[in-house]
């Protein structure tokens, strides 16, 4: 039967008004067929989705902390409890394995765990007597209807990187997520309304640039949350800036791993395996650039390429897979296209994905693609200078760690990268020296827990906050400081001189 993905807006489901509304196909990527369809907003919807969050904006700005993390620890429960459900359907739609998909709700439940703390992390500071009968005291206010904008790849933790402080921190949300696997959203929409969150506190608008040009500019929407591309994370970023408000943009990565010739080579090909595929490479901290610092790429390559023929490829819903298809038969093809080039560009394609074999029954027409590597590859070959975003794997060979990490701070991108290696004081140098915002250390995917913050720099980041932690309330509140003084008769007088402490 083919389903039907609506709006949630002020608490119910609301398709996009009109005789003949726009709306994308919802494709399973493991047989390639067409499961449903999602309607694309128009500024209606947008509207009516903002209004209804400014609404609940007013009674839930004041509802007591207690309240709300009762709200947020019931969410937590029901989440904990449903979980299968919703990895379910996270499979249907994004094509990963059944475990990747709980991977990834258990990432963002920490971030709900963590804003069930919002009563600690909300108290603000306080100077008694900073002069003579005064005290100054901080205060952190939410700011009003929030924006999410979301990416494919992780349909529910993305979303869960910012809703839970935002709405904690007593702010109302419209979160648009990828039209490509959208129904993860509206799960999580019915879970709120039965956590007894208030109507229009969290509201869905799917759809594509036009709902996202609308919360862009709509002057009710007071800050953006943006996950995906570089280029669309730069343009929502200076868009939304323009229209003064606060913008977040995560954009997209090249993540390099460096291999020390002192490392232990199974681990390090263990770990290149698991980050370079899982998921089909469609992580935004998938290694995708394996930097082997010679003499030891050989070998690596050896261990890497004997791992690959082990991997299982099939559907995600199978539990002995462990890689699923691609997302949409486009992307599978554009990743494809880059096996082409690469050739064409002079690398060595080691291992071709596109000869590994597929299991499941029903999956001829999926948008499959098997683990590749590539050896040999430089900077400015299409492999090496794109982010591909697919289960393709770069060997670039360097001869030193001074090498390696030039070539690390030389990319437009710093996501995340990892360094391998036995000795202490190389990995040390290295999360000093490398320009990149997350920095694992024989850790090949460092995601940040939820108590610290997630994000990159230069082109994977627009803007100064990161997500969750300490940074993600800071995004969603601002800051008040409060001067008091209780009158006494003698404090009167008239004094025009600027205000000092005495
Ligand atoms: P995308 O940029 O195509 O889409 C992201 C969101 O923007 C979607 O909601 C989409 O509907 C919307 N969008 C697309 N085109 C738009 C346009 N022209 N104008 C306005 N809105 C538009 O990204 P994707 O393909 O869904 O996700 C993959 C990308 O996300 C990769 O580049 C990946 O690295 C990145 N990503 C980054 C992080 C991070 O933390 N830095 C995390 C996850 C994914």
């Not at 009563?119 to 005290?135: M, N, R, W, Y």
């Not at 709902?211 to 994370?233: N, W, Y």
Request: hydrophobic letters at 40%.
């Amino acid at each position: 039967m083919s389903k039907h993905i609506t709006h949630w807006i002020a608490g119910e489901a609301v398709p996009t008004a009109g005789a003949a509304p726009r709306r994308g196909d919802i494709y399973d990527p493991a047989t390639g067929k067409v499961s449903g369809q999602v309607d694309f907003a128009t500024i209606t919807e947008v509207d009516a989705a903002v209004s209804a969050a400014v609404t609940a904006f007013a009674d839930w700005r004041n509802a007591s902390l207690a309240k709300r993390s009762t709200v947020l620890f019931r969410f937590r429960e029901l989440l904990n409890e449903r979980k299968d459900e919703l990895a379910s359907i996270i499979v249907s739609e994004h094509g990963k394995v059944h475990s990747d998909a709980l991977g990834e709700i258990a990432r963002g439940l920490e971030v709900v765990e963590y804003a069930c703390g919002i009563p600690q992390l909300l108290k603000g500071g306080f100077t008694e007597q900073a002069s003579t009968g005064i005290d100054v005291y901080s205060i952190r206010q939410p700011l009003g209807p929030v924006a999410i904008i979301s990416p494919f790849n992780f349909p529910a933790m993305v979303p869960m990187w910012f809703f839970p402080i935002a709405i904690a921190a007593g702010n109302t949300v419209i979160l648009k997520p990828s039209e490509k696997d959208p129904s993860a959203a509206n799960f999580l929409a019915g879970l709120w309304a039965e956590a007894g969150l208030p109507a229009g506190v969290f509201n869905v608008v799917h759809g594509d640039k036009v709902s996202v040009d609308r919360l862009l500019e709509h002057p009710d929407v007071k800050s953006v949350s943006f996950v995906g591309s570089t280029p669309i994370a730069r343009y929502v970023y200076e868009t939304g800036t323009r229209y003064g408000k606060r913008v977040q943009a995560l954009g997209g990565a090249k993540n390099h791993m460096l291999v020390l010739p002192d490392s232990d080579l199974d681990l390090a090909a263990d770990a290149a395996i698991n980050a370079g595929f899982g998921a089909a490479g469609e992580r935004c901290m998938a290694i995708s650039v394996l930097v082997a610092v010679e003499p030891i790429a050989d070998e690596l390559i050896e261990k890497i390429k004997s791992r690959m023929a082990t991997l299982t490829v099939g559907p995600g819903c199978n539990g002995d897979s462990d890689m699923g298809p691609l997302v949409t038969g486009v992307h599978r093809d554009k990743v494809v296209s880059y096996l082409d080039s690469g050739v064409a560009d002079g690398a060595d394609l080691v291992v071709d994905g596109r000869k590994h074999p597929i299991a499941g029954e029903d999956s001829v027409d999926g948008f499959w693609l098997g683990p590749t590597l590539f050896d040999n590859v430089k900077p400015g070959m299409s492999v090496y200078n794109d982010e591909i975003f697919g289960p393709v794997l770069s060997v670039v060979r360097v001869n030193s760690y001074d090498e390696g990490l030039a070539l690390i701070n030389a990319n437009p991108y710093g996501n995340g990268t990892a360094i391998f290696t036995n000795d202490g004081g190389a990995a040390r140098r290295f999360q000093n020296e490398v320009e990149v915002g997350m920095v694992g250390i024989n850790v090949p995917i460092p995601v940040p827990v939820s108590y610290y913050s997630f994000g990159g720099w230069k082109a994977s980041l627009f803007g100064d906050l990161h997500a969750y932690g300490a940074d993600g309330v800071q995004f969603f509140t601002r800051g008040k400081a409060v001067t008091q003084r209780w009158l006494d008769p003698s404090h009167g007088g008239i004094n025009l001189g600027f205000p000092t402490n005495s």
